[in-house]
């Protein structure tokens, strides 16, 4: 069965540094991968998948990430955090009918 | 853009009573979702849905729970007799084949 696994709890930035959050996955066939964030009482929002092609994906709010097959992850990426950034962000893979996230890393970026 | 629509949007019961949520997925989406978070913790899959079938479960999803779309349009969440454990936000979400989901806004269930 696939999974996505996020190392991390909590990533703190400050504003304006480059942010990083990490996600592995282990899937059995060719992964679907996709990160979700969830605001504070909000459902969760799409920001970006990765399904084929360039391994470097672009999404919203100045998201972008990176399929690395080789050391199977899919790290989330912003060159300049905001403090609006601020959120909880899931990794997830998508197998057919069915997709499971990961644990959820909180994002507090700082003024 | 389309939305997933989940009524209530809180929900407060009884230990051991019955509770439907409610959602109305995007109208061209064939495959329908539930998850539920506790205390805005990890999203954890319920249960998929797809031609009128169940297509996969987790192990949460025991007896007590059951889905159904009962029309062209809803899709219902029950569970038979709420035990406190089961409070926790209920996200129903949409999709087509292989494509991201969308999700709904959720239903806070507080079992008392």
């Known amino acids: 069965a696939q999974s996505v696994a996020q190392p991390e709890d909590q990533v703190n930035v400050a504003e304006g540094n480059p942010l990083t959050v990490k996600c592995t996955y282990s899937?059995?066939?060719?992964?679907?991968l996709f990160w979700y964030v969830q605001y504070p009482n909000r459902g969760l929002q799409f920001l970006l998948k990765?399904?084929?092609?360039?391994?470097l994906v672009k999404g919203s709010y100045g998201f972008e990430a990176e399929f690395n097959k080789s050391q199977t992850s899919f790290h989330l990426k912003k060159p300049s955090a905001l403090v609006s950034d601020s959120a909880l962000y899931f990794c997830?893979?998508?197998?057919?009918?069915?997709?499971?996230f990961g644990a959820g890393t909180r994002l507090t970026v700082k003024p | 853009e389309p939305e997933v629509t989940q009524t209530p949007s809180h929900q407060v019961t009884q230990m051991g009573q019955e509770v439907i949520l409610r959602c109305v997925p995007i109208?061209?989406?064939?495959?329908f979702y539930w998850y539920r978070q506790i205390l805005g913790q990890k999203v954890e899959f319920l249960v998929s849905?797809?031609?009128?079938?169940?297509?996969?479960k987790s192990e949460i999803f025991d007896d007590q729970f059951s889905v159904e779309r009962p029309d062209g349009s809803n899709f219902t969440l029950k569970i038979r007799s709420t035990k406190l454990e089961d409070s926790a936000m209920y996200f129903c979400?949409?999709?087509?084949?292989?494509?991201?989901?969308?999700f709904g806004s959720g239903t806070q269930l507080s079992v008392l």
């Open positions: 979400a949409s999709s087509r084949l292989n494509e991201k989901l969308f």
């Open positions: 849905f797809y031609n009128n079938e169940i297509s996969e």
């Open positions: 899937v059995s066939g060719n992964p679907y």
């Open positions: 990765y399904i084929t092609g360039d391994n």
């Open positions: 109208s061209n989406h064939l495959y």
């Open positions: 997830a893979v998508r197998d057919n009918n069915d997709m499971r």
